[in-house]
């Protein structure tokens, strides 16, 4: 088996996991637009940032952490795989195992960005047209993505049950999704808070994202790019290694 048929058979398995779980479509498509339709539209009431109503100024926020939560929790499918033994199988095939692991990103990848791109179909309602820049719009939610599921993929690997990787998981999305601008302006933190918004990727996909869809930049879109783009390439490297050194109970 060559490297890329391997890759394409880890992603396609994940492909089809993903389309077989549709509770799990279902969910993470409502829970967003609970989000939205229902704090958006309580605070919106009353707020409005940059001309836009609230609901309009969080949507590419709320786009965010859809991803955010898919990708990181995808992680848990590495724990699934090890207590059914599937994982013990790829991992002495004869692939190498960073080959598992993008063909594992991938499959998350491909997992989060259908989810996103169902949400998008919701823009018009709230006044957003980005048609020229939809396009732009995935190339960094797929940058940003990437690093995402890198992150729930290596806690997967070092984790051994579902229970833990979920309390880990938790307290690594809450401060990433607070602190990334995506329900408030990063203005209105306090000042000590602000070296924790400047180390956090997601605040550079947030930032990214909101200026394509209403203007709104609190950095230069390249500058956004080469953030993520370098957090991306870390935790593939971290990524690798960590599947290269995952062991597995007889």
Known sequence: MSEFSGLYAIWKREFKVFLREKSRIFASVFSPLLWLFIFGAGLGARISISNFNYQTWIYPGVIVMTTLFSSIFYGAYVIWDKRLDFLKEVLVS??????????????GVTDALIQASILLLFAPIFGI?????????????????VGLVSIGLIIGSIMESPEGFGLITSFVNMPLFFLSGALFTLESLPGWLTIFTRI?????????????????????????LAILLGFSLVMIFIGT????RMKLKP
């Open 94 to 107: 004869p692939i190498n195992r960073s080959t598992i692991f993008l063909g594992k990103v991938m499959g």
């Open 129 to 145: 047209s980005f048609s020229l820049n939809f396009i732009v719009i995935y190339v960094f939610l797929f940058v940003l993505v």
């Open 200 to 224: 956090n990727p997601v605040t550079y996909g947030v930032d990214a994202i909101r200026g394509l869809m209403l203007g709104i930049n609190t950095f230069n879109l390249f500058f956004d």
């Open 241 to 244: 290694y960590a599947f290269k």
